[in-house]
């Protein structure tokens, strides 16, 4: 058993281990993640779960080597991020689409970025804006186009280099509940298809559970991992599994382990301010 | 088609409504102020011949006219140097300006260093330093561009830098993510989110070169459209001078309507 996990870990595509994060302000430090250690095989999906507050986009953003480590390390297939890689594909919050191209331009930003030819992945755009309906809507402006639609583009963009690794920080958050869950749909669709190593920030348990392979909870303050869940169900996930039991009790355990983790952070916060006193 | 398809083909349709009643009222807005400006035209001439007035003092548009038509050729030749020199005047500002914008936004040292001096210099009512230009510069040309450049200058330098620091922070999070080089980010984000107000910092621009040309030609008194209006009002010839000013407003709108035209053929781009 013990053997097999220290496999297991020695050929985890991503690596965190004993990450510390400490934003350093001049009214005084703040520890925001605590040693976080999460092994990610390849092409799994796993969740990053917690309240707002408790560090999972300072981890996201420190994957995306747009944050700096304070300790620990990161590692994404045996290197060690310190900078942003060309091989990570980040969604984020909102569509952040340039307002004067064209859905497609947009998703063939990082290919002109990159220097790399432009008509050699037009079609690979054009394929991927296609699977997320968006093929006659290609030549359209953000300005033409729905927040739903907009994501999709950047969903496209984060893709079009394809990226060994996806990171997702809420992406769908800004959504009404409708688009979300078509988004949702849509994503595990596009994923199954290519099935990169995903890392998806949310708050929503249910959207975790729907769409990961694995739950990670972070919790409490300083944040670290308050609990890890696989989640079984087989791929295609149907829309309907969210009515299923199995899918509810999962819920249920997190939504536990959530609350503990606030409970306990909150009696820590009150024992600390008794002690100053 | 799907659902969302033609929600956005309805959108688009809805836009070019808009435009359409754009249209309409940009018509209107053209039309109107031609016809109030015919009104006073008319009244102005009406008001002369009734009052006998001295055409010394106030000439009638009719004779101004026919004053513009009579010194068309002076007219012309003297305009030719007032526009060559207002574009050259023009053109400095917006290579000098652009690059000091530039310079202010990129480098911590030279924007703490320069641009409270920036500020301060703006301060200087310019008109009053054209006579240190002809000192410097002699009466020639150099003159001239240099009192335009020292006036068009400074709304450049202010439209570049508060434009590059217009660009949408996310997108250049985004850009970061993507490892873009500075140069990249430069070109494909911070300039063309900067256009709108480099070209609203152009348009007026544009206007204070031709101010400043105009002044440089009244210090120096060699050539130009200034000189003629000074030349021909100290003879108390004044629908010559008015056929000058004629002349002047048809080249700085020329002028202005040339940015304009080229701020609407590069917005269809860049535009959102």
């Known amino acids: 058993m013990a053997a097999s996990e220290i496999t297991a870990a020695a050929e985890g595509f991503v690596r965190i281990s ?4 400490v934003f350093r302000r001049e009214e005084g430090s703040v520890q925001v993640l ?16 917690g309240a707002s507050g408790c560090g999972k986009t300072t981890l996201l953003m420190m994957l995306a080597g747009l944050e700096s480590i304070t300790s620990g390390t990161i590692e994404i297939a045996r290197q060690s991020v310190t900078k942003p890689r060309r091989d990570v594909g980040i969604i984020f919050q909102d569509p952040t689409l340039l307002p004067w191209k064209t859905a497609l331009e947009n998703v063939l930003f990082p290919i002109e970025i990159f220097g790399l030819p432009l008509a050699e992945y037009r079609p690979r755009a054009q394929a991927l804006l296609e699977l997320v309906a968006l093929g006659e809507a290609m030549h359209m402006r953000p300005r033409q186009l729905s927040g739903g639609m907009r994501q999709r583009v950047a969903i496209c963009r984060a893709l079009i280099h394809t990226p060994a690794v996806l990171l997702m920080d809420e992406p769908f958050s800004a959504l009404d509940a409708i688009t979300r869950d078509e988004l949702n749909l849509m994503l595990i669709d596009v994923w199954e298809r290519y099935h990169q190593t995903a890392f998806f920030v949310t708050h929503s348990i249910r959207e975790a559970v729907f769409l990961s392979d694995r739950v990670v909870v972070l919790g409490g303050a300083p944040g670290h991992v308050v609990a890890d869940v696989t989640i079984p169900f087989e791929r295609p996930r149907a829309p309907t599994l969210g009515e299923t039991l199995a899918f509810n009790r999962i819920c249920g355990e997190l939504r536990t382990a959530i609350a503990e983790s606030t409970a306990t952070s909150r009696r820590d916060h009150t024992a600390a301010m008794r002690a100053q006193a | 088609m799907s659902d969302e398809l033609l929600v956005a083909e309805i959108h688009a349709a809805s836009v070019r409504r808009e435009q359409r009643s754009m249209l309409a009222r940009t018509a209107r807005k053209t039309i109107l102020p031609v016809i109030a400006a015919a009104i006073v035209v008319v009244a102005w001439e009406i ?25 068309r050729d002076i007219l012309i030749a003297n305009a030719l140097p007032t526009t060559l020199e207002t574009i050259a005047g023009f053109i400095l500002s917006l290579s000098l300006g652009g690059l000091l914008g530039v310079l202010l936004t ?21 008109v009053a330093v054209a006579p240190l230009f002809m000192l410097w510069l002699g009466i020639g040309w150099e003159s001239r561009v240099a009192m335009a450049l020292f ?3 400074f709304p450049i330098v202010i439209s570049t830098v508060s434009g590059l620091q217009a660009a949408d922070p996310a997108i250049l999070r985004l850009c970061e993510s993507l490892a873009a080089s500075r140069w990249q980010v430069f070109f494909k984000v911070r300039l063309p989110y900067s256009l709108p107000f480099l070209f609203n910092g152009m348009k007026i621009s544009m206007t204070l070169a031709i101010i400043g040309v105009i002044v440089g030609e009244f210090i120096t008194s060699q050539q130009g459209l200034g000189y003629i209006i000074l030349f021909a009002g ?3 010839e004044t629908a010559t001078v008015m056929a000058a000013l004629l002349v002047l407003c048809t080249v700085g709108l020329a002028l202005y309507g040339l940015v304009g035209l080229v701020e609407r053929i590069v917005m269809t781009k860049f535009g959102h």
């Open chain 1, 18 to 21: 004993g990450l510390g994060k």
């Open chain 1, 34 to 49: 605590r040693n976080v250690s999460i092994t990610v095989p390849n092409r799994q999906f796993i969740s990053i779960l």
């Open chain 2, 47 to 71: 008001a002369v011949d009734a009052s006998g007035i001295k055409p010394a003092v106030l000439p009638a548009p009719s004779s101004v006219l026919s004053a513009t038509f009579a010194n």
């Open chain 2, 106 to 126: 990129y480098f911590a040292l030279v924007r703490d260093a320069l641009y409270p001096n920036v500020i301060l210099f703006q301060l200087i009512p310019k």
């Open chain 2, 151 to 153: 006036i068009a200058f």
């Open chain 2, 234 to 236: 100290s003879r108390l």
